[in-house]
């Protein structure tokens, strides 16, 4: 019991990771009569970047853009796409291994001229 009469604790933690990832830690508390274990798990993602693309087309013909995602975590990943726009496509959902990089087909494909 803490000095308050409450039947909790504090205790401040300080995390600093060096970069994006998956980061695992185990906190062990030991008594004389008591130990107790508290698993921590900390996901650090990069800061993100806005990113401008630009298509020029001639009308009814499609271009195709294939943007790379690169997975540095630890877990695969399954990302859902929600697309804004018109004449844009693309597949609502990419999967992206650990480790690895995936290009993710953005069309554009104009049906007049805009």
Same mark, same amino acid.
């Given at each position: !019991?803490?000095l308050?009469?409450?039947d %909790?604790? *504090?205790l401040?933690?300080?995390?600093?990771?060096r +970069?994006?990832?998956c980061?695992?830690?185990?906190?062990? !508390?030991?008594?004389?009569? +008591?130990?107790?274990?508290?698993e921590? *798990?900390?996901?650090?993602?990069?800061?993100q970047? +806005?990113?401008?693309?630009e298509?020029?087309?001639?009308?009814?013909?499609?271009?195709?853009?294939?943007?790379?995602i690169?997975?540095?975590?630890?877990e695969?990943?399954? !990302?859902?796409? %929600?697309? *804004?726009?018109? +004449?844009?496509?693309?597949?609502p959902?990419?999967?992206?291994? %650990?480790? *690895? %990089?995936a290009l993710?087909?953005?069309?554009?494909?104009?049906?007049?001229e805009?």
């Amino acid at each position: !019991l803490s000095l308050d009469g409450s039947d %909790t604790v *504090e205790l401040p933690i300080k995390f600093t990771p060096r +970069d994006a990832g998956c980061y695992h830690c185990q906190i062990r !508390l030991k008594s004389s009569c +008591d130990v107790r274990v508290y698993e921590i *798990e900390c996901v650090v993602n990069k800061d993100q970047v +806005d990113a401008e693309l630009e298509f020029l087309t001639p009308a009814y013909q499609a271009v195709i853009q294939n943007i790379p995602i690169s997975n540095t975590s630890s877990e695969d990943w399954q !990302l859902e796409a %929600t697309l *804004e726009g018109q +004449d844009f496509y693309g597949p609502p959902v990419i999967n992206v291994a %650990t480790g *690895e %990089t995936a290009l993710y087909p953005l069309t554009f494909n104009p049906l007049a001229e805009c």
